[in-house]
């Protein structure tokens, strides 16, 4: 079956650096996607990554190993608006999106 | 940036009555919609896959004679919860993908709440 593994809960610290994994098996990839999601709101993009490597984008990079099934979303200097849910998306063979049951990230002053 | 619009943000109705959901792509044409259901806590569920001028390809376990999808045209598709029951509450999510690239993300509506009484 398709898999796809987040931590369920994370707690960071304003100003702090965070790395939320993911680890995937799924039946073929045709990219990886990071979006936010806060509570009672519709998900945001923030990323994605095909190839291996890191992404860059202002605080946030993602980071893909399509080896090892594994990506990271580093995030930087945090904010409180900050926290949320990260959802990790692959897709697969057939373009499906596979999706992760997100990781709530909670920022303490 | 591409802008998918859903209405209504929140619905309350009572128990057998069927509720609407609009999903617009704002300023681009969207061949394929995406419908979503998400329940407290829990991941994104795919309910179906909204083609326009075809018919709906929904999940497996997701009754399409419930949950009917009309997509008539490039911007608009809408979600009928028909006879809904307490059980159909929850958040519901359309999407959208502008462009053909691999690289083009899922654009998503702000979500509807539907809370059955």
């Known amino acids: 079956g398709q898999n796809i593994d987040q931590p369920t809960e994370m707690t960071a610290t304003e100003g702090a650096i965070v790395q939320i994994n993911c680890t995937y098996q799924?039946?073929?990839?045709?990219?990886l996607f990071w979006y936010q999601q806060h509570a009672g709101e519709a998900p945001t993009f923030l990323s994605y990554?095909?190839l291996d490597g890191l992404e860059e984008k202002g605080r946030f990079s993602s980071f893909l190993s399509r080896s090892k099934g594994y990506s990271y979303l580093l995030l930087k200097e945090l904010q409180m608006k900050d926290s949320a849910s990260y959802l990790c998306?692959?897709?697969?063979?057939?373009?499906?999106?596979?999706w992760g049951a997100g990781t709530k990230l909670i920022i303490k002053p | 940036g591409a802008v998918v619009s859903q209405h209504p943000s929140r619905v309350i109705c009572k128990s057998g009555t069927s509720v609407k959901i609009e999903c617009r792509s704002l300023?681009?044409?969207?061949?394929?919609m995406f419908w979503y259901r998400q329940f407290p806590k829990q991941s994104l569920m795919l309910m179906a896959t909204?083609?326009?001028?075809?018919?709906?390809?929904?999940e497996q376990g997701v009754e399409k004679d419930k949950f009917l999808i009309n997509h008539a045209s490039l911007t608009l598709s809408t979600l009928t919860v028909t006879s809904a029951h307490p059980e159909d509450s929850s958040f519901y999510i359309c999407?959208?993908?502008?462009?053909?690239?691999?690289?083009?993300?899922?654009?998503f509506g702000n979500g509807t709440r539907l809370t059955v009484t």
């Open positions: 999407s959208a993908i502008d462009g053909q690239g691999e690289s083009s993300p899922l654009h």
């Open positions: 300023d681009f044409q969207a061949t394929t």
């Open positions: 909204s083609n326009e001028g075809s018919k709906a390809t929904y």
């Open positions: 799924t039946s073929g990839f045709n990219g």
């Open positions: 990554n095909v």
């Open positions: 998306a692959v897709r697969d063979s057939n373009y499906q999106l596979i």
